[in-house]
């Protein structure tokens, strides 16, 4: 088979355009989480909504479905199917009046001869198929009225054969009765190969042979039989459901037409013999449909096929955009047809969109889980944890310029004193100590190449830091969810483990959430975790857990960090069953002041952050601080994040010689703005 190289101008968009955004991306997919959104579906609302920067122009799928829905409207709205049948009608009634307009000048011809002509052409059928069926015999007199009747039988074939092969109308204007001929041998060999291959015989060498002879009619260059069989197809059904949506009265006078194109009945018969072909090879083809035309702009029946080719790539663009059916993906997109319809800038909008989708995929955002569906993966925690952080970065520092935390976690804080390298240390070198001895060490002894050697390096001493334990008690409770409390709650909780482990590796973080009951959770979970309904404030449990977290690192200072909208109104029995009363009864808030207490006794600092107006709980909450010497904190949502974080990092300072509390060291940030109560 020859090769043949196609070649298409470049459709990228612009090449020095930015990247897609993931950042981006993934900052929407997280919001959407943890909203309670699978990451599927809220890869798919993204993608959908797109995206606000990057090479497009911020257009998402919805975007493009309802440019692909316009595009259809005006199609309908612009067109209808009475073109090919007007034409014939001027072509008809100019060829009538030319015709009377010589009986009336001939002087020579006998008066019964024109009255019997004059008779004829008075009483032609209204029927345009008819009125051209009864001249069919008639001896023009006119020159002028003989060429725009054969015109007529000119115009329907050329017509037919524009409705199988596109651009045949204009190829075979003024065209000779050879150039017929061939087109009739054309079509005659196409069913012969079509034939051959639905026999299933092998027709390569038959495909080269036909393409070599009769390919200038097919300007789509199809490749194989099989690419053929497909643009034949899809332009022969839309033949077909054009006629399907004309009217009957259309359909009759065009079918009594058909019989006289090019005065050929061969050709007809040929013509239908190849549909029939291409029917039983695509039954998968729409040949059954039809449409609604309602415009004033008439079509021709070449040029209504192509319009019902638009409309039948408009509605598989419609489909392939919708993403509504099993294992979608946006790679499904014919970008060729995106860019024909609506242009190129549309294909370069859905071209961004895959980018990311593929991005999303397959560059460590979502991996599909054992259960099939798809998840955040860590590296997918991490980015959104970093952007969480950097907005409570901002938040803290109150100004632009200070959203990046640029000081490393080290161990401990640089004392200014180097010692030698032993085994096990995690202090950073010291890069000019170690190179210095290096250099000593080779010039004490040229015969020690060695550019560096172990006992060379040195490391920079710290002074010791204390590391802390930290559990944040997550309030999950149905009054979290119903006040809007549900995705703040949780964005706090991913800064704060994005702020540990990646700046305080050292410390220990566990978070608990409580609702009916208490249950540790990994950040995967609770990012997850879908909104509960379950009535039920259970500190008692949530205290049990966080208490004994603090137990198993005796070592570190113990940072208790409770948010939460509401009292206490269930409580853990002996036999652990749950015991829940609403209002709180006095046996499950004297439960609770008896783990906090023994959270006092293992030296935890407390911070209670209060979600709410509600001045039962304001009350209660002061109290219970106030018992054991904590920080009551009331942010509104916004700044719940920047609140958590910020005494996080005020406690750990100030289980520090010299370091200051949270009060001292952030009370200038929330202190002016009402947040301090208690």
Not at 214 to 234: I, K, M, S, W, Y
Not at 564 to 581: A, K, Q
Request: glycine share 10%.
């Amino acid at each position: 088979m020859k090769d043949r190289t196609r070649f298409k101008r470049y459709d990228g968009g612009d090449p020095l355009a930015p990247p897609v955004d993931l950042a981006e991306a993934l900052e929407a997919i997280g919001e959407d989480v943890m909203a309670g959104y699978s990451p599927e579906r809220a890869m798919r609302e993204f993608l959908r909504r797109g995206p606000s920067t990057g090479s497009g122009t911020g257009k998402g799928l919805d975007d493009l479905a309802r440019q692909v829905a316009q595009r259809r409207r005006e199609l309908l709205d612009r067109h209808n199917l009475d073109g090919t049948l007007a034409e014939i009608r001027e072509l008809l009634d100019r060829a009538v009046l030319e015709e009377r307009k010589q009986l009336a000048r001939d002087a020579m011809m006998d008066d019964a001869d024109r009255a019997f002509r004059e008779m004829q052409l008075e009483n032609l059928s209204p029927n345009t198929a008819a009125a051209v069926t009864e001249l069919g015999d008639y001896d023009w007199q006119s020159p002028e009225a003989r060429r725009d009747f054969e015109q007529i039988k000119d115009l329907l074939g050329r017509e037919l054969l524009d409705q199988r092969f596109a651009g045949m109308k204009q190829a075979l204007e003024n065209a000779s009765d050879a150039d017929r001929a061939a087109v009739q041998k054309m079509v005659s060999d196409l069913n012969d190969l079509v034939e051959k291959h639905a026999r299933g015989e092998d027709t390569d060498e038959d495909f080269e042979r036909f393409m070599a002879e009769h390919g200038q009619h097919f300007p789509e260059n199809p490749r194989n039989v099989e690419e053929l069989l497909d643009t034949l197809a899809q332009r022969s059904a839309a033949a077909q459901r054009m006629l399907n949506s004309m009217s009957p009265e259309q359909r009759q006078q065009l079918m009594e037409l058909s019989a006289q194109a090019f005065g050929s009945p061969e050709l007809m018969d040929s013509l239908a013999r190849l549909d029939s072909n291409l029917q039983a090879l695509r039954p998968g083809e729409d040949w059954s449909g039809s449409e609604s035309f309602g415009g004033g702009q008439g079509l021709g029946l070449g040029d209504g096929t192509g319009v019902l080719q638009d409309l039948a790539d408009l509605d598989a663009l419609s489909d392939q955009l919708s993403q509504g059916y099993g294992g979608a993906r946006l790679d499904d997109v014919d970008l060729d047809k995106l860019a024909r319809q609506l242009g190129d800038q549309a294909a370069v909008d859905a071209r961004t969109l895959q980018q990311l989708e593929q991005a999303l995929r397959n560059g460590g955002t979502l991996r599909r889980g054992s259960d099939g569906q798809l998840k955040l993966t860590p590296k997918a925690m991490r980015q959104l944890g970093k952007a969480l952080l950097r907005d409570v970065a901002d938040k803290m520092s109150g100004r632009q310029g200070q959203r990046d935390m640029d000081k490393a976690g080290a161990a401990g804080e640089r004392s200014g004193a180097t010692r030698g390298w032993a085994f096990g240390d995690t202090e950073p070198w010291d890069i000019g100590r170690t190179t210095l001895n290096g250099v000593l060490r080779r010039a004490a002894d040229p015969s020690d190449t060695r550019r560096i050697a172990i006992d060379d390096v040195e490391v920079q001493e710290t002074e010791a830091r204390t590391q802390a334990c930290v559990a944040l008690l997550v309030d999950t409770s149905f009054s979290m969810a119903m006040d809007g409390r549900w995705v703040p709650m949780k964005r706090t909780a991913l800064a704060l483990h994005t702020l540990i482990r990646s700046r305080f590796r050292g410390d220990h973080l566990q978070l608990i959430t409580f609702g009916r009951h208490a249950e540790v959770m990994d950040i995967e979970q609770l990012t997850a975790l879908d909104s509960r309904w379950d009535k039920g404030t259970n500190l008692h449990h949530g205290l049990l857990l966080a208490n004994r977290h603090f137990r198993k690192h005796p070592n570190s200072q113990p940072v208790l960090l409770i948010v939460t909208d509401g009292e206490p109104t269930s409580h853990l029995e002996p036999d652990g069953e749950v015991f829940f009363s609403y209002p709180p009864h006095p046996l499950t808030i004297a439960y609770a002041v008896r783990e906090l207490d023994n959270a006092r006794r293992l030296g935890a600092q407390t911070t209670f952050f209060r979600l709410g107006e509600d001045p039962g709980l304001e009350r209660f909450i002061g109290s219970m601080a106030q018992r054991v010497d904590g920080t009551v904190v009331s942010p509104e949502l916004d700044d719940l994040g920047a609140a958590v974080v910020g005494s996080y990092l005020g406690s750990r300072d100030a289980g520090r010689p010299g370091g200051f509390g949270y009060r001292g060291a952030y009370g200038d940030m929330f202190g002016g703005r009402g947040f301090w109560a208690g």
